[in-house]
């Protein structure tokens, strides 16, 4: 063998001593041990100082290497773009999600959304054969490849490389990233629309009513404003769940406002919650069932208020890319929560907000250990309040540029024990890789900045943008959520029982009579038409079909999706609670229009005072006129932006509406219909007449706004479509025809019109169109129902005084009977329960029948 062979040697130079050559062998293997383990440790420590020298002893880019870093990053941001993994589709919208799984099928279903990218950001844990046609998956190796500062310094198994796949999106061109989760079910593309593109939007805000407020008046509980009661969202202050109510005066609806940078979108089935929560209400193997009020619109946030909100359910604009930073040195379930709450202060720095919207996704959560995500949340306990505070009271000293005041915050909050320094280095790299990509900072808007968007107090004013208003829907616990019909027929029983007191106090008995147990009065109320659950589903979302239903089966009431505007042409002053207990009940909302003040209301007795919480629309005086402009209620409502409504009953708070009678919902109502064509009436009075209508023609000859000539194309298709325009004439002659009214104390507006009929009576408006000839011209451009009974709905002059012998049972809207007559017990307030109390009783709370003065196949227009 080899092994035993002598060593070759040479006589002419030296050698060492003879060694056998297996021993030789041995030795020189020591050697090369010793040598290796030599070389390695050497390697070891020039790397640690190499390292520290870089990026500093906690893991993180030093000042120096930062600068190396961001040349590099400055270099390669001259190619304007990282290459793409995958298939870009066109409309810059991105999905961004971190996954350690296999595709899921909510990943598919997120992948498979017309004119959105998803992005999947791996971690260790992600499998690496992880594939999906049309994703843009980002493999741990491939992450170091990209030109990110962030890319150098993320921590791995941490949900914040996510932060890697918003810079990848937006290397892209994003200019929309939804965040979200990779078991989050958004209804398909129809729930991602939910969201807000368009500039400029309606809406509801929520404000605060003077700076001087402290943090209870700042903080929003989006879950209580869609009606769920005591129940917050994971981040809320525990320390002020207890008194904390959304309060009161806090909200304004606006004509116009600038889109939010940042909208939240709730969640059905099992919403985002805090431990605390989950241990008292979660079932241990199901999870929550939760369902939130279907009607309820968005709301934004105004600057200056807060609100916490996650990553699992959230569209950002890029006007607010500098706000994505999830931060690394706080936990899994803290990071998106400091997010929203800082991400806050620096869109408010700017003059930029936050928005939710209704619920547009489904989420079916494991079962798991609340108590670990209880420990997980110890911060988000200990300090969201904290957090608050402080932000809300910092100023900024560094007053020349956004960019340097979100420097000093994110140092501010290193000092005050908020968050590590670690995130204040890692969100500045963020921040420089945005620039790097083009990203331009919002102006600093500077601590002398006016809300444009505070409701007004200017009553002399015609053109309001922004009023005060309030919205609020009965708070629903959970628990009782299989009891809700049960617990509405509890409430039409308990408010129609205030009014039998009220009548026993004018000498009138006989309501008294016995009535139904709530669970029969349930039960009568699905077996009636006009009450019944309507199995027509609004909702073009399989599992929200699912929650419609469910929904149906607990309101008992075909007006469950239907809301009520009541219009007073003068202050409010009483009547209102009498309509409240009327009506309240079974619609989906009651909104109250008119000069709303407080201090005016007359709380005569507690059988008919206000039921608060209210909601209302204030609007001036001068924007009424005695009524001339009624019809801008409906817009007023329709800019609310109500959710899932079938359509708008309005009627004057001098009407009665026959709520049992059945009408073509499909279809607008009017009780009259087109009318008086031979009467000239008001059309030669002042200024809302002929002379308004001409202004009106002006302007649309002047016209640059396309919606508003969309609108107007709709209306004159209509009036040709439907025989309005004589032969030979022009709609602008049918405009100014000088004859035509319709009388407009109760009407109905399907959701289907609604917006047509918004934008046209803002037309009208804006140039003093009267109200009887506007929904006469309204009326001739659309399809409509009228009543059987029509000019005996309404009485004039003397006859007034006798309306008890005019109303009856078969009419769907009869006017007027003033509800001030009946302030005090009398002989009026004793006919008016027994000409319409009584027959209410009869028929809603005793015989349940059906009346049906017209068929849904009836013919339109001039069919009375």
Known sequence: MIGMEKLPFSSNRCHPPFIPGHFSMMILSIVSRILLLIFCAS???????????????????????????????????????????????????????????????????????????????????????????????????YQKTLPFSLSYSLPYKSYTRKNIGYLYAIAQGAEWIYDTDDDNKPYDKRGLDQFDYDETISGVRFQVKNSNAGVLERLFNPYRFYGMDQMWPRGFPLEHIEKHSNGKEQQALCYKMKRSAVQQGLVHHDPDVDAVYRLLHADSKSGLDI??????????????????????????????????????????????????????????????????????????????????????????????????????????????????????????????????????????????????????????????????????????????????????????????????????????????????????????????????????????????????????????????????????????????????????????????????????????????????????????????????????????????????????????????????????????????????????????????????????????????????????LESINTNTDPKVSETWKRFSDGLKANGYVRKGWSVNQEMTSGSGRSEADFFYVPSSEINYFGSLMRIFYQHNFFLELAINKFLKSVRHQTSLIRSSSYIWLEERDHWAEVYNKNMVGFHPVKLSNFQKPGEKRKKYCEAFLQLWSDIIFGGYQNFTVKADDDADFKNG
């Not at 810059?92 to 992948?111: F, G, M």
């Not at 017309?114 to 844990?125: C, I, P, Q, R, S």
């Not at 420097?407 to 945005?434: I, P, R, Y």
């Open 291 to 696: 369902k939130f009020n279907m009607f309820t619109p968005p709301i934004t946030l105004s600057v200056g208020t807060y609100s916490p909100w996650n990553s699992q359910n959230t569209l950002f604009h890029k006007s607010a890319f500098h706000a994505l930073f999830l931060p690394t040195t706080v936990s899994f379930r803290t990071t998106d929560i400091w997010r929203s709450f800082i991400s806050q202060k620096i869109l408010h720095l700017s003059g930029l907000t936050v928005s939710f919207v209704p619920t547009n996704a489904i989420q079916f959560r494991n079962a798991h250990d609340y108590l670990k995500d209880f420990k997980d949340e110890k911060q988000v306990y200990e300090d969201s309040g904290k957090m608050i505070e402080f932000l809300s009271n910092w100023k900024c000293s560094n007053g020349n540029s956004l960019e340097g005041c979100i420097n000093d915050l994110l140092k501010d909050l290193v000092t005050n024990n908020l968050w590590g320094k670690e995130d204040f280095k890692l969100m500045s790299f963020f921040l420089n890789d945005l620039k790097y990509m083009g990203f331009e900072f919002p102006e600093l808007i500077g601590e002398n900045y006016q809300d444009p968007y505070t409701a007004s107090n200017n009553e002399e004013d015609r053109n309001v943008n922004c009023r005060r208003m309030n919205l609020e829907f009965d708070l629903v616990d959970p628990r009782e959520y299989q009891r809700q019909n049960i617990i509405k027929a509890e409430q039409k029983l308990n408010y129609f029982g205030d009014l039998v007191e009220w009548c026993n106090e004018a000498g009138y008995h006989n309501l008294s009579k016995q009535f139904p147990s709530a669970n029969q009065l349930a039960k009568k109320h699905d077996e009636s038409y006009v009450l019944q659950k309507d199995k027509d589903s609004v909702s073009q979302y399989k599992t929200f079909v699912i929650f419609s239903f469910q929904f149906l089966k607990k309101c008992n009431s075909n007006y469950c999706f239907q809301v009520l505007i009541v219009v007073n042409n003068y202050p409010w002053k009483y009547g209102h609670g009498i309509i409240q207990r009327l009506y309240q009940p079974y619609f989906a909302s009651v909104v109250f229009c008119g000069p709303w003040y407080p201090d005016l209301i007359i709380e005569q007795d507690n059988f008919t005072s206000t039921i608060n919480p209210i909601n209302y629309i204030h609007i001036n005086p001068v924007e009424l006129r005695r009524g001339y402009y009624g019809y801008h209620c409906v817009s007023l409502v329709k800019e609310m932006r109500f959710n899932n409504v079938r359509g708008y009953f309005v009627m004057s708070d001098d009407a009665i509406f026959n709520l049992w009678q059945r009408i073509d919902y499909s279809r607008v109502h009017s009780v009259t219909g087109v009318n008086h064509e031979n009467d000239p009436a008001w059309w030669f009075n002042r200024d809302y007449g002929i002379v308004a209508a001409r202004k009106i």
């Open 43 to 141: 390697s070891i420590i020039m790397m640690y100082y190499s390292y520290n020298s870089d990026y500093g002893s906690v893991g993180l880019p030093t000042d120096h290497n930062l600068k190396r870093i961001s040349k590099n990053a400055s270099a390669i941001s001259e190619f304007k773009y990282v290459r793409p993994v995958a298939r870009v589709k066109k409309g810059n919208k991105w999905i961004v999600v971190t996954s350690i799984s296999y595709p899921t099928e909510d990943v598919k279903r997120l992948a498979s959304i017309e004119d959105w990218n998803l992005v999947v950001v791996a971690d260790t844990k992600t499998p690496i054969d992880w594939k999906l046609d049309d994703v843009h998956f980002l493999p741990v190796l």
